[in-house]
């Protein structure tokens, strides 16, 4: 089976059932707000356009929808039961590699109503603070914030995003506030075997909703509330396929284009590009925006996993599988120069255990998105990425390898394997850099694109470095705190 097959049936078996529900609801209770896009939109005019349904996307329209203003939403893809509108939206999916890493540009996101939240496992772990300030991976300068500047809005969006688990260790991100739901960890054996060795370990942070103990699923919950909202315009099959400027600072209008053939503009006070990595670098360089200083599509990154598996001594069984992870030697290996990384500890039946190695990629210049020569079924131009690693990625993943065949050797383990294939954690990270100043990225502290008044990237490709955490978090807080800045909140 194609990994592109089976992440669609992986996904359709996610969501089938309370999704296929959730979109019926959002149709019976505001079809006219929930609709394919047509001209009949030209010369409307709304205070913001949202391109994007994801997490990004669907937090800036709950702020600027609560507080009375008019939103439209555009998503280029549909629902996942809308077989035939799949179909048709994969072939706007024009991707190809050119590096010596042949990654899966086109099997790990989707383009469909609530975006990656699809399909994401739910994790939710804070960035440390040394990635904002210290890391030896950023740029001179480094981020533009602070963990003092984002800890408030990871407090939100823990909230928002229903994050549920067990006290932490000192390996995470500190906090003023515990977890939003308590959930036991359940990984007592794990804690017991890796105590003696001083090594933390943490069950990990997952989003877990009320109602079933899933991930949020944004199709399930946010998007049938905000299509209820008659200050709310929600599209799909509708792709911005170019940003419209005045030529000066301002961003005047969006083209839009649904599969069946309708084009029309969307106009707005303020424009937020929040359709992922991938799409919202793409967005920009077909508009000719955000690569003033030639970065936009630069330094993309992202988490490989190498696994190793051993047998523990003594032949006792854990009574259950267990999964834990630890952040215990970021902080050692960033002072070595290594950048963070991050230890999965997976602990089965009989007696095996199971180490896998995450580490966190340099960002590096040559690592970039551009357009390609292909074209999508608009007849706009696809994406290239050239991506390799990099000697610090090298020297990262073979320290990690040492530190991990060493704690095997402490836990007296045999038959130690390094497990063949790397596994990526699908986060897209990087391409539209923020930065202080103009000349150093593309997006500043605020999101705002820099030489822009009026247009916002929402995406964890604003990231300066990736961290060894799952991305998800920081982008809610990110976008918490742009929705803040933009509706002037205190």
């Not at 340099?362 to 390609?372: G, M």
């Amino acid at each position: 089976m194609k990994r592109r097959t089976f992440v669609l049936g992986a996904t359709t078996a996610v969501v089938a059932g309370s999704s296929i529900v959730a979109v019926r609801e959002i149709q019976r209770q505001k079809s006219a707000n929930f609709d394919r896009i047509d001209d009949s939109r030209a010369g409307q005019q709304y205070d913001v356009c949202i391109i994007g349904s994801g997490p990004a996307g669907c937090t800036v329209a709950e702020q600027f929808v609560a507080r009375g203003k008019r939103v439209v939403m555009l998503e280029s893809g549909v629902s996942l039961q809308d077989m035939l509108g799949m179909r048709a939206a994969r072939k706007l999916d024009v991707y190809g590699n050119s590096g010596s890493i042949d990654y899966p540009l086109d099997t790990s996101r989707i383009r469909a109503l609530g975006g990656t939240s699809n399909i994401w496992t739910g994790r939710c772990p804070r960035l440390q603070p040394d990635d904002f300030a210290g890391n030896p991976l950023a740029p001179a300068g480094g981020w533009p914030l602070s963990y003092a500047d984002i800890a408030p809005y990871y407090q939100r969006a823990e909230e928002k995003l229903y994050v549920s688990g067990d006290q932490l260790s000192a390996s995470q991100a500190p906090r003023q506030a515990p977890l939003p739901y308590f959930k036991p960890g359940n990984i007592d054996e794990l804690r017991k075997l890796f105590d003696p060795l001083d090594i933390a370990i943490d069950a990990p942070p997952v989003s877990r909703t009320p109602e079933n103990g899933s991930p949020l699923r944004y199709t399930e919950k946010i998007l049938p509330h905000l299509a209820q909202q008659p200050n709310m315009d929600l599209f799909s099959d509708a792709t911005a396929t170019r940003l419209e400027s005045d030529g000066g600072g301002s961003v005047t209008a969006v083209e839009v284009r649904s599969n069946s053939g309708e084009t029309t503009r969307i106009e707005a006070q303020q424009y937020i590009v929040a359709c992922g990595a991938l799409e919202s670098t793409r967005l920009l360089l077909l508009s000719g925006i955000g690569n003033h200083a030639d970065h936009l599509g630069r330094y993309f990154m992202e988490h490989p996993f190498v696994s190793y598996r051993g047998l523990l001594p003594g032949g006792d069984e854990f009574p259950a599988w267990q999964m834990g992870r630890t952040y215990q030697f970021s902080r050692d290996f960033n002072e070595k120069g290594h950048g963070g990384i991050i230890l999965g500890i997976y602990g089965n039946k009989p007696n095996r255990l199971k180490i896998a190695l995450g580490i966190e990629m340099s960002p590096e210049r040559s690592n970039r998105i551009t357009l390609s020569e292909n074209k999508d079924a608009f007849g706009s131009p696809g994406l290239d990425l050239h991506f390799a690693f990099s000697e610090r990625d090298n020297a990262c993943m073979a320290a990690g390898e040492q530190l991990v065949n060493d704690i095997f050797t402490r836990l007296g383990a045999s038959g130690v394997q390094k497990l063949d294939g790397m596994h990526w954690s699908h986060h897209h990270i990087g391409s539209t850099r923020m930065s202080a100043r103009p000349e150093d990225g593309v997006v500043d502290e605020n999101l705002r694109v820099h030489g822009s008044d009026n247009l916002y990237v929402a995406s964890s490709s604003t990231f300066v470095t990736s961290g060894a955490a799952n991305p998800t978090l920081t982008i809610v807080a990110l976008s918490l705190r742009l929705s803040d800045h933009l509706l002037g909140a205190t």
